[in-house]
């Protein structure tokens, strides 16, 4: 019976689960849907997994942290700000609520996966590192110096959403022409002028040989390496990594966004910065809360 | 006679010096020119400075720090990369350079602006800040958590070189359309075909009720106003601290940037981010090498 962390993740439709010890190896896991229009259904499915998964176990978490999107509280044990979706977490006060004999830290959805991918991941032992996850948006998180960049209101690391194109469309915080907006598969029909619904669609084509589809992906991974340059120059990270479902195109995002560094990066002597995939998957945000909980039991970091 | 600190900031033109107090009394300041035809003639001014000041305040400084531009080097006593410009500031140490008895931090010249700020400046006592100096070109750094952002090779802050426009003409880092374009000085008879040769001309006709220059400068502002909700995104600072020599448009750059901002700042919860105009001007940076000279001595940061 091995001592472990649980480490949960409430994502938009499902919550992720895992138990983890220590040294990082997986106990076991867990992905369950929720009803998203049963009111709080996820915080009572949270609460069953927590009672099932120590039950398996055969002894209860050392730990537990959980991950969610929103903005945290400056105590870290609840999400302060989390407008439009998930009504009820928003101050919802997780050490009472899964009745933890200690703390659970709650952290930012984005910055869990980026604990997660330097705990265990691709950027294992790294402490300036920037993780941007490109799916329907584009989400992101920094560590500096070894800690996750939070700032004044918990707000730091949306990478998404600095400005490429002043001109562009404001998108969800209101920044004009985004890297979100030019990335995120969210925006894929307006920027094709409604040929494709989805990356995924775009990609078939372009492997297919359409020109069309080719140059599109072609505008959109000049703007992720636009993007990515803009916070190298402000982070100055050693490694940026990439993850989310648009990170599975491989070597035709790898390998054509690379050249686009090499044409746009600011290398002080001739340094470059790693370009990383993610290697936790959809497991990052709960193996991150799992590794914050540990990191909080043994006052490694407050 | 007051136990104090002696903080140097070497720019491109002239060194600026002073002599303050823990306390941030200014004991007296120094403002020199030197050539920068004669190989190092900078280096030899500042030493002559330090024995000149000294002198005059009547006992030796207990600290010594200085600004410098470039990357500074991990250990933060030399520059460790300074390209084009002042030939033999790479890998200079200035402990031993001005014999000090004890170790001169050595700081990027915007790091040092941005420390003074936050000790005796516009940001008295914030923890997460950021600066952006408005001149030639636009000069940047930011604070988290209290201390500087620096990042893996020292670069972090450069928050001039964002990406505002990926077809815009690349700057000296390689960054397409950047912010420091859109604003700094440097291209502004680029930027307006040829009719403005200086940002202060550009102002002078707006004011005079030039309808060309105000649309030149609408649209500097918006780009200004991009960059910086661009940089609260990423940063997530209490306040902007805005300096420099565009600063000294006051109402026309600050009221200018508070519409622009309520139309595209992300305002979570309602909350805004402070936007504050510098105010220690050209001794910040000497003011800040003199606030971490002391802070190192004292201990309280390495």
Redesign the interface.
């Known amino acids: 019976m091995s001592t472990y962390a649980l480490g949960l993740d409430l994502g938009g439709s499902s919550i992720k689960a895992v138990a983890i010890t220590p040294a990082g190896q997986i106990l076991t896991r867990r992905n369950v849907e929720f009803d998203a229009l049963q009111t709080m259904d996820w915080a009572r499915r949270i609460d069953s997994l927590t009672g099932e998964i120590q039950a398996e176990c055969g002894a209860p978490a050392v730990a537990i942290g959980l991950s969610a999107p929103g903005?945290t509280a400056p105590d870290e044990q609840s999400i302060?700000?989390m407008?439009g979706r998930l009504a009820g977490l928003q101050g919802l006060h997780w050490t009472s609520y899964l009745r933890s004999p200690i703390p659970v830290p709650v952290l930012n959805d984005a910055h869990a996966a980026l604990a997660g991918e330097t705990w265990l991941g691709a950027a294992t032992g790294l402490r300036?590192v920037i993780l941007l996850t490109l799916g329907t948006g584009v989400g992101?998180a920094?560590m500096?110096?070894g800690?996750l960049?939070?700032?004044?209101?918990?707000?730091?690391?949306?990478?998404g959403?600095?400005?490429?194109?002043?001109n562009g469309p404001?998108d969800i915080?209101?920044?004009?022409g985004s890297l979100e907006y030019f990335v995120g598969n969210y925006s894929i029909a307006e920027r094709t002028g409604g040929r494709f619904q989805s990356t995924h669609a775009l990609l078939a084509a372009r492997d297919a040989g359409d020109p069309a589809a080719a140059e599109f992906w072609r505008q959109s991974i000049?703007?992720l390496g636009?993007?990515i340059?803009?916070?190298?120059?402000?982070?100055?990270?050693?490694a940026v990594v990439i993850g989310g479902g648009i990170a599975r195109a491989g070597e035709a995002l790898f390998g054509q966004l690379a050249g686009v560094l090499d044409?746009?990066?600011?290398r002080?002597?001739e340094?470059r910065v790693k370009v990383l995939a993610a290697r936790l998957g959809e497991m990052a945000g709960a193996i991150g809360a799992a590794g914050k909980a540990l990191a909080w039991r043994g006052g490694l970091e407050k």
Chains 1, 2 share one sequence.
């Open positions: 903005l302060a700000c407008p300036n992101g920094a500096v110096d800690r960049l939070k700032g004044h209101l918990g707000r730091a690391g949306h990478l959403h600095i400005c490429l194109d002043q404001l915080t209101r920044t004009p000049y703007a636009c993007g340059v803009s916070l190298v120059n402000v982070l100055d990270p050693e044409r746009i990066e600011w002080p002597g340094h």
